[in-house]
């Protein structure tokens, strides 16, 4: 049997796998761009863009759009050279005894202990405002070592039926980028997008929660891998999203169980 801080640090690993995978897939699509002459190690920072708040009309439409799709995202703009990809995975997870439609709901509006608790809390950087940064581990891919963070908004909002929900919106990043020698990368061509949405509701039954999770990373296909056909292309990114939509649902059912019983706990 998992503790309760094992089970809270599956639910984390559901984001560190979306934002962590979507970041190191991005970079390798996005980035490439060999030369032939061997340099000392250098950094590459990006700085982080923020978008509109999680609560506003523009992001919502963009957050529905998202969690709208069923399962993977494909779309290659060979013209252009460029290429986007993702999932969408649907949650429906039973919380158990205790549940219900009231303590659901006065669950889903701590949304300050929701936030922390998906989240190792020596990773977790409360920014205030309903956002924090979440600092992804080290990752190397090829010869690039990224050491990312993401900044996400975590906040409740009031749904249609005036009911709680629970929403996550990725609002800026910075990849971190170390260069290692013999590999040449010019800031242009790192120009990506990584977005990471999320809801989280009382289910119609009333015995869990329901929801969604979705990412999406789009950049430029270096010239190399422009002629390479499409379905190659998008067989590679199906693969990469089945992985991630199935950690990210296993290890929700568990973190999001163990910390409803840590909430009733509590009480």
């Known amino acids: 049997m998992f503790t309760v801080n094992e089970k809270r640090s599956l639910s984390g690993r559901m984001l560190h796998a979306i934002l962590g995978l979507s970041l190191c897939i991005s970079y390798a699509i996005a980035f490439l761009d060999t030369g032939g002459n061997s340099f000392s190690r250098s950094k590459v920072v990006i700085e982080s863009s923020r978008r509109p708040k ?19 995202h494909f779309r290659l703009d060979r013209f252009r050279g460029k290429v986007e990809f993702g999932a969408t995975a649907k949650l429906v997870t039973e919380l158990g005894s205790g549940a219900n439609n009231e303590s659901i709901s006065t669950w889903l509006r701590d949304e300050r202990g929701l936030a922390q608790s998906i989240w190792d809390p020596s ?15 080290k990752l190397q891919f090829v010869t690039l070592q990224l050491a990312p963070w993401v900044d996400v908004e975590m906040s409740t909002i009031q749904g249609i039926d005036d009911s709680p929900v629970f929403v996550l919106q990725s609002v800026g990043f910075d990849p971190n980028i170390e260069v290692l020698p013999g590999m040449r990368v010019s800031a242009d061509a790192l120009g990506i997008l990584i977005e ?12 869990g929660v329901a929801g969604g999770v979705a990412f999406q990373t789009s950049g430029e296909l270096p010239p190399p ?8 292309l998008k ?22 169980t163990a910390n409803f019983k840590a909430f009733l706990r509590s009480k």
């Open 54 to 72: 999680a609560t506003s009309a523009s992001t919502n439409t963009r957050r529905q759009e998202l969690l709208s799709r069923n399962g993977p």
């Open 123 to 137: 990773l977790i950087k409360d920014l205030g405002n309903s956002i924090y940064r979440l600092q992804v581990m």
């Open 196 to 207: 990471v949405s999320g809801e989280l509701r009382a289910s119609p039954d009333g015995r």
């Open 225 to 232: 891998m422009r002629v390479l056909p499409e379905a190659a």
């Open 235 to 256: 067989a590679a990114s199906d693969a990469i999203n089945q992985t991630i939509v199935r950690f990210a649902v296993q290890s929700f059912q568990k973190g999001a």
